[in-house]
Nanobody
């Protein structure tokens, strides 16, 4: 069963940056459509960004121009570079891919002064 493992979260001040990583088990990572989602306290999980197998990307309006999603198929890894972070970006961040049967544990991002 494919299981993502997210890392890279932490506490950062407004305007700061974080780089999230997600490592995915299995040999067919390059065939998977990958995405990042987030869930803030008492809110529903929401889409953040996705990257297709060919590298085409898409972003939620709230993060456009600040976040960048990328993938390294040789390392089975998808990255979310987050710049100019805001308090409203505080959430648990999850990666998810096509064919996944479950979510991972996520990684907590807290933006606060």
């Amino acid at each position: 069963q494919v299981q993502p493992v997210e890392s890279g979260g932490g506490l950062v001040q407004p305007g700061g940056s974080l780089r999230l990583s997600c490592v995915v088990s299995g040999s067919d990572f390059r065939l998977r459509f990958m995405a990042w989602y987030r869930q803030a306290p008492e809110k529903q999980r929401e889409f953040v960004a996705h990257i297709a197998t060919g590298g085409v990307t898409n972003y939620a309006d709230s993060v456009k121009g600040r976040f960048t999603i990328s993938r390294d198929n040789d390392k089975n890894t998808v990255i979310l570079q987050m710049n100019n972070l805001r308090p409203e970006d505080t959430a648990v961040y999850y990666c998810y891919g096509s064919g996944f049967a479950s979510w991972g544990q996520g990684t907590q991002v807290t933006v606060s002064s």
